[in-house]
């Protein structure tokens, strides 16, 4: 081997030296850009997932009060029906004693009839004979 080839060979072996540098250099920057874009991506979807548990936070809170209104007014309604109910009830009641006490009084002679007060009425019920009944 000549002193020209030694160079030629140790100029070839620094030049794969200086390449294999060079390209480890640009694998390093590559690996840290990569980091880098990972990191944004790992944030975006953190930051994504923050507002969707966001959203269904309020969806579930909306719903809740939907919920709650539409059991109140379920609630309300069930109690003016109960008070319906009873309401009619007890005007059966009255109406069915309104009749017997009518149709025991008709085989009888008693003058004037009783009109039937409303509970919480202040007007008084006059008999036919003009008397205050009651």
């Known amino acids: 081997m000549t002193a020209a080839s030694m160079k030629l060979a140790l100029a070839g072996v620094l030049a794969l030296l200086l390449q294999d540098w060079r390209y480890g ?8 850009s990569h980091q880098v874009d990972l990191t944004a991506i790992c944030n975006a979807a953190a930051a994504q997932v923050r507002a969707d548990q966001d959203k269904r936070l309020a969806l579930e809170q909306r719903l809740s009060a939907s919920d709650q209104t539409h059991h109140e007014a379920l609630t309300n309604a069930q109690k003016d029906q109960a008070r319906l109910r009873d309401r009619i009830a007890t005007s059966d009641l009255r109406l069915s004693v309104l009749l017997d006490a009518a149709d025991s009084a008709s ?7 009783y009109r039937h007060r409303r509970r919480g009425s202040s007007a008084r019920a006059f008999s036919s004979a003009g008397g205050v009944a009651g």
């Not at 250099?25 to 840290?32: R, Y």
């Not at 085989?107 to 009839?113: K, L, N, Y």
Request: hydrophobic share 35%; aromatic share 0%; net charge positive.
């Open 107 to 113: 085989g009888c002679a008693v003058p004037g009839r």
């Open 25 to 32: 250099k640009q694998l390093a920057e590559q690996a840290g």
